[in-house]
Nanobody, 124 residues
Framework: QVHLVESGGGLVQSGGSLRLSCAAS????????MGWYRQTPGKQRELVAG???????NYADSVKARFTVSRVNANNTVYLQMNSVKPEDTAAYYC??????????????????WGQGTQVTVSS
């Protein structure tokens, strides 16, 4: 099993910056991709930014040029640097670990995990 611990959420003024962190712990062989999703009441959870173990990144159009996702593979931690935040960035932000490999007698299996979520509120 994998436990994802998020930190860094809070209240920030429009135009300000915030940094989210997510550390993965537990028993696993490797993590393929890590990233951040966000969700507001009544809406589906949406991808904000993701990064593979090789460093390939992808972003939602709404956050390109403002948010930066990064990852430290050695300690299984992913970060989201949020700059020039807007009120519409207000949401619960969830950390995701995808394609987590776990050993089994005949090889391995993969599983995805979610963090508990951290609230980001941007005031206008």
């Amino acid at each position: 099993q994998v436990h994802l611990v998020e930190s860094g959420g809070g209240l920030v003024q429009s135009g300000g910056s915030l940094r989210l962190s997510c550390a993965a712990s537990g028993s696993f062989l490797s993590i393929n991709a890590m990233g951040w999703y966000r969700q507001t009441p009544g809406k589906q959870r949406e991808l904000v930014a993701g990064i593979t173990s090789g460093g390939t990144t992808n972003y939602a159009d709404s956050v390109k040029a403002r948010f930066t996702v990064s990852r430290v593979n050695a300690n299984n931690t992913v970060y989201l640097q949020m700059n020039s935040v807007k009120p519409e960035d207000t949401a619960a932000y969830y950390c995701n670990a995808a394609g987590v490999r776990h050993a089994m007698p005949t090889g391995y299996y993969t599983k995805d995990y979610w963090g508990q979520g951290t609230q980001v509120t941007v005031s206008s």
